[in-house]
């Protein structure tokens, strides 16, 4: 269930974030998101909307920081301490 | 001692040309904002110093002097010369906040071309709108923003010659030019002889109605610059200045480049995501002094609490400024309680190129207020119906301008007719030449506010219906345009709603196209749409479906009446609104 939800939040930031193109970025479970600049923190707003229907689950805004989003793994994280 | 020492004083024996001597400018010196940040420093023996640190992703450090300043923007503009770019043409800078946006921007003016800086978070419509209006000849981008040009670049009849500044050159076209900056390194370029007049910088920026308009600048802009870099910010020759705007915007140029640049000042750069623990570490690595920043990233901070601030020496700062969008009580009663220092507040435009009412060091502050117009600033606030000025304190008006600043906008480009009508009293066939110098007439600034008996002024907020998110303004015509280029979307309204950090954020209503039902799927793909195509800024962070929208008889979508209802606003008068 855990690798469904890191697979599954992975592959959204991929096919949003990453351009096509780009041959240079190798995009894991660890990759900076915020903090490298692939997602910036304007566009966090529809990462945390992505989590919050396909997760079910309700992120505070308080909770939902740049360091909580900076990778795949620190965001299954944070959605799971809020689906408990 | 503060460098504007007495307010009042500076009010009393105001003049323009005090910024020739606080620039050491003598007349018949070159007036080239490109030569003046890079070699006038050099030829008054700084070329030594350190002019810029810069930091980008993964801890990336690189530091250039002043020397190489010159020397590096003297290659960008001998290039540019090869190219075949004439005085007076468009060159746009569409990249990241790395060296060689700062480098070329000088480069640019030094050889008398426009520099045309663009948010790189553009999405290929944002970019589009703006290429297509100033005709642009030339960009600089990256291997990274160069897919967004490649989609683009057929409809840009103007546009000769794609540079990319950085990356692996195999990977690029044919068409394209790799241009490594290190590898042009120029020792002798005579700078262009530009006149206060000679456009200089353009920005874009977003209006209620059309597409987003150029607001052309001039090289004169430079006096009006220095100044207020020098007595609002209070740069000093040993400071070490962190600017965090972008100088895709224009605060990250006349404030992030010509301002501690032409004053011959060290500035600092951080090209990484916003993190505050990221930002604090940098402030402390760098021993930064002076720090201007925005009030949607002072209100992270904030949300980010006291304990992370204490877990870095921060000692190094001792004067904070902000810009952007008007600055909240509460964030300068906490910047004062966690750093000991209180973010001063300063209100400027795209169209003004420089400060015009601000807080200044030393004088008393009234957290929330505006701060009181800089010295040789003629400010005033004008009835809302008469468009008089008005003399009673409290009294919610226009904020207006009285013309002739050094750092005003020149035109919008091609378009005389809307330049004309940010001026009460002007004549119709006046034109933006007339109209600019003319200190009888009122350069109204779009927003409202009031002063108090002090003579503090006091933001309310805008005069229409242009949308502020984190500082940057955003147009509700060219989110509903694009909007309805979606294919679940018959119609749009965009305007902006109340959030706690960025002011404002975009909320859309819209009505669907026969066969789309509104699911959390569609929400999504409506979200990335825009911000792909426009920006994230522009990204709708709540959509609203409706079964039709209100509109006035005549057809036309009545926005005032949604943003009403959603502030919780009276709605005024209804008696245009179609009827049910």
């Known amino acids: ?84 | 001692m503060s460098n504007i020492g007495s307010y009042e004083k500076r009010r009393e024996n105001f003049s323009w040309d005090i910024a020739k001597e606080v620039l050491k400018w003598e007349e018949g010196e070159i007036l080239n904002i490109g030569a003046m940040c890079s070699d006038r420093i050099c030829a008054r023996g700084d070329g030594e110093k350190k002019a810029l640190i810069w930091q980008g992703f993964g801890g990336k450090q690189k530091t250039y002097t002043f020397n190489d300043l010159r020397v590096l923007s003297n290659g960008f503009a001998k290039f540019l010369k090869e190219l075949g770019v004439e005085p007076g043409e468009k060159v746009c800078l569409f990249m990241d906040k790395i060296p060689e946006l700062y480098v070329s921007f000088l480069g640019v003016l030094k050889m008398g071309a426009v520099a045309q800086p663009l948010f790189s978070a553009f999405g290929d419509e944002s970019l589009e709108v703006r290429l297509l209006s100033a005709d642009t000849k030339v960009i600089f981008t990256t291997r990274k923003h160069v897919k967004k040009v490649r989609k683009i670049q057929d409809k840009l009849p103007a546009l000769e010659k794609i540079v990319v500044v950085e990356g692996n050159p195999n990977k690029l076209r044919d068409e394209e030019i790799y241009f490594s900056m290190e590898d042009f390194r120029t020792e002798d370029f005579t700078a262009y002889e530009s006149g206060p007049d000679t456009p200089s910088v353009l920005h874009y920026t977003s209006g209620t109605t059309g597409q987003p308009k150029g607001a052309q600048h001039g090289h004169g802009s430079v006096w009006g610059q220095a100044l207020t870099t020098s007595w609002v910010l209070d740069l000093k020759d040993d400071d070490i200045y962190w600017c965090t705007a972008d100088p895709g915007w224009v605060t990250g140029t006349s404030y992030g480049i010509i301002g501690p640049w032409s004053l011959g000042v060290t500035q600092c750069v951080l090209d990484s995501g916003f993190t505050s623990a990221a930002w604090y570490q940098f402030i402390q690595d760098n021993k930064v002094t002076v720090w201007y920043s925005a009030p949607t990233a002072i209100r992270s901070l904030m949300r980010d609490g006291e304990g992370l601030v204490k877990q870095y020496d921060l000692s190094s700062l001792r004067h904070l400024a902000s810009v952007g969008e008007p600055l909240n009580a509460e964030a300068v009663i906490w910047s004062e309680k966690v750093y000991g220092l209180a973010f001063l507040d300063t209100f400027w435009q795209t169209e003004t190129g420089s400060m015009m009412i601000t807080n200044f060091p030393g004088m008393k502050i009234k957290p929330g207020s505006m701060g009181k117009p800089f010295p040789g600033i003629v400010a005033g606030i004008l009835d809302l119906n008469t468009n008089e000025p008005v003399t009673e304190p409290g009294t919610v008006g226009l904020i207006a301008f009285r013309p002739g600043w050094p750092s005003m906008f020149k035109e919008y480009v091609k378009k005389p007719d809307i330049y004309r009508s940010k001026f009460v009293g002007a004549a119709d066939d006046a034109m933006p030449a007339e109209l600019r110098v003319d200190e009888s007439l009122w350069y109204v600034s779009g927003d409202r506010a009031s002063f108090d008996k002090d003579g503090y002024y006091w933001f309310v907020g805008r005069d229409d219906d242009v949308i502020n998110t984190g500082g940057h303004l955003v147009g509700p015509f060219e989110i509903e345009s694009a909007l309805v280029e979606h294919e679940a979307i018959a119609e749009a309204a965009a305007i902006g709603k109340p959030d706690e950090v960025n002011m404002e954020v975009v909320k859309v209503f819209i009505t669907l196209n026969p066969g789309f039902e509104p699911s959390d799927d569609l929400e999504l793909n409506i979200m990335n749409f825009i911000r792909k195509k426009l920006s994230p800024l522009a990204m709708p962070q709540d959509i609203e479906y409706m079964e039709k929208l209100p509109k006035t008889r005549s057809g036309k979508i009545l926005r005032r009446y949604l943003k009403a209802l959603e502030w919780g606003h009276d709605v005024g008068d209804l008696s245009t609104l179609e009827d049910d």
Do not use: W
Request: hydrophobic share 35%; charged share 35%; proline share 4%.
């Open chain 1, 1 to 84: 269930m855990a690798d469904e939800m890191k697979d599954m939040i992975l592959e959204y930031v991929i096919e949003e974030y990453v351009d096509e193109e780009d041959d240079e970025e190798e995009v894991g479970y660890d990759t900076p998101l915020i903090s490298s600049g692939i997602v910036d923190s304007f566009s966090m707003v529809s990462l945390k909307v992505f989590l919050e229907k396909k997760c079910h689950v309700s992120l505070p805004d308080k909770e939902a920081t740049p360091e909580a989003f900076d990778t795949v793994n620190k965001i299954c994280e944070l959605v799971r301490r809020f689906q408990d």
